[in-house]
């Protein structure tokens, strides 16, 4: 069982930065892929970024460019660094994991997830 704790959410003013951190612990596996998902106010939830045990990175259009995902290995700690925020960015942030090793942007294709943090961008 893999557990997954978001924090670094917060309000913030547009143009702003915030980085999110996702920390894992349970079983570690060779292969693994994570990702973040957001789901804003009324909407469905969608792919934000994902990175794989190889490092990887796949980022949607919305937020290439702005967003930029890691991990630390050592820390078993996933991060968002979120750049040049704007009000369209505010929804729960979830972080996921996938011990299949493909990152995904499909939400269902991860086996595990956090609890949300919220990141409300104001204008």
């Known amino acids: 069982q893999v557990q997954l704790v978001e924090s670094g959410g917060g309000l913030v003013q547009a143009g702003d930065s915030l980085r999110l951190s996702c920390a894992a612990s349970g079983p570690a596996f060779s292969s693994y892929a994570m990702g973040w998902f957001r789901r804003a106010p009324g909407k469905e939830r969608v792919f934000v970024a994902n990175?794989?045990?190889?490092?990887?990175?796949y980022y949607a259009d919305s937020v290439k460019g702005r967003f930029t995902i890691s991990t630390d290995n050592a820390k078993n700690t996933m991060y968002l660094q979120m750049n040049s925020l704007k009000p369209d960015d505010t929804a729960v942030y979830y972080c996921?994991?996938?011990?299949?090793?493909?990152?995904?942007?499909?939400?269902?294709?991860?086996?595990?997830w956090g609890q949300g943090t919220q990141v409300t961008v104001s204008s």
């Open positions: 990175i794989n045990w190889r490092g990887d990175t």
């Open positions: 996921a994991y996938t011990f299949s090793g493909r990152a995904s942007v499909l939400f269902w294709q991860y086996d595990y």
